[in-house]
């Protein structure tokens, strides 16, 4: 991997903080666990903190417009670390779920920043041949720190469940650094020097006309969008049910569901993040996005044959081999989901791109987790987990369809092969 001196420079500071994310990173995995065994959060509360994240993301819409016509990306890095990340101290007094769930909204929140602020910076100061790759390498980097926390903060927690105000306390601090060193990246350009002052109307209002504007003129953005919005829904549909499975199906201690959720759902990106992302850089990413939501599919596949063995021990272990195939699709989808926005926004500024992406994710995220929860209450946990199986393959299907269909001379199928596909699947 040849790099400029500015690629360098950036990349040792991206490292350099992904170390801090990986401890903020790690209260993602497990801060529903933590409300569960520790605040004994009810099921449909377990719903509510599950869907913090994605409902959050639809804030990325007025984030996109924001930093489209921002003369600086660090003030809005020291903002989310000061508000977003360092009120976690907070943690120390909290007592009942519902503070706790304040907490959380804060956290997430301010979290829909750092994805668009993150393209912009790989979009600016990467090269295009670089960009897979270097993101791989520092989500390898986030993975290694938070497996390691994982591990650690599971045992102790096992040890004293109390401690866990301790432990997002020190996330926050973690987080507020991390935050400091992103901020202190200089864009190769003055980023959007050239563009007017933002109006507080236009904070509202644009955004939305933008965003239906690039869903509008770029239809490929557009149906690969589509694709992902129906991976999300069978994603979304399991996040209220796996910790109520872990905890309550399963009967899980801390240190059992950190190796499960913390560590071994994470150590496929720990190991092929880096792999993926020069495949990524090399490929469709719609073939690249379709491969890995038909390998995701396997996830709540082997979920659904580890209930049949509930109350063996060959349960849990069928269960941890679940989650490794969940960690070795992720080493892809991690990279398709925070960096494919590039490849579609060609020229174009790529925070409003990305923040459309995210701000979709946050869609299905206000229907989803609670759907997942009715047919768990109504048909059964093994239903969740059939569905999700077929929502993945559905959507693999159809993001293979968008490869076929993709004719830039850079991601150009042989046409004999693609004629023998299309004799198997008459796509048009």
């Known amino acids: 991997m040849k790099l400029t001196i500015l690629e360098k420079k950036t990349f040792i500071a991206m490292m350099a903080a992904s170390f801090f994310y990986g401890f903020v990173m790690t209260s993602f995995q497990v801060q529903d666990i933590i409300a569960k065994k520790a605040l004994h959060a009810l099921d449909w509360q377990i719903t509510i903190l599950v869907m913090l994240w994605p409902i959050s993301n639809i804030f990325s819409i007025w984030w996109g417009k924001i930093l489209e016509h921002s003369h600086s990306l660090a003030k ?3 903002l989310t670390g000061i508000v977003g990340r360092l009120s976690l101290i907070i943690m120390l007094f909290v007592t009942d779920y519902y503070q706790y769930l304040g907490l959380m909204i804060l956290l997430f929140s301010f979290n829909a920043f750092i994805s668009p602020a993150q393209n912009a910076i790989l979009q600016n100061n990467i090269t295009p041949k670089n960009r897979g790759n270097i993101f791989g390498y520092t989500a390898s980097f986030i993975t290694l720190v938070s497996v390691i926390f994982s591990f650690v903060i599971g045992r102790i927690l096992d040890i004293n469940e109390n401690w866990f105000r301790y432990f997002f306390a020190i996330v926050g601090l973690f987080g507020l650094v991390h935050a400091i060193i992103m901020s202190r990246i200089q864009l190769k350009k003055n980023h959007n020097s050239d563009r007017a002052f933002i109006s507080f109307k236009h904070i509202f ?71 993926a992302g020069r495949l990524f850089d090399k490929k469709n990413p719609a073939l690249f996005t379709s491969l890995t939501f038909l390998l995701l599919s396997l996830y709540p596949l082997i979920l659904m044959i580890s209930s049949f063995f509930i109350g063996t021990s060959s349960a849990n272990y069928i269960v941890y081999l679940a989650f490794f195939i969940y960690s070795l699709a992720m080493s892809g989808i991690v990279i398709s989901w925070n960096i494919s926005s590039i490849c579609f926004a060609g020229e174009e500024d790529v925070s409003m791109f990305q923040s459309v992406h995210v701000s979709l994710t946050g869609l299905r995220g206000v229907f989803a987790p609670f759907l997942g929860l009715v047919i768990m209450k109504v048909f059964g946990i093994r239903a969740v987990f059939i569905l999700a199986f077929g929502l993945f393959v559905f959507a693999s299907i159809l993001s293979f369809k968008l490869y076929l269909k993709m004719d830039d001379k850079k991601w150009k199928i042989p046409q004999l092969w693609k004629d023998n596909i299309r004799k198997i699947f008459p796509f048009n």
């Open 76 to 78: 809005y890095y020291i």
């Open 205 to 275: 209002y644009k955004p939305i006309v933008r965003y239906l504007e690039v869903l509008k003129k770029n239809k490929e953005f557009a149906i690969f969008q589509r694709n992902f919005f129906i991976y999300g829904i069978a994603f979304m549909m399991l996040l209220p049910a796996i910790p109520i499975y872990l905890v309550e199906y399963l009967q899980m201690d801390y240190s059992q569901t950190f190796l499960a959720k913390g560590i071994l759902s994470q150590i496929g990106i720990l190991f092929l993040a880096p792999i």
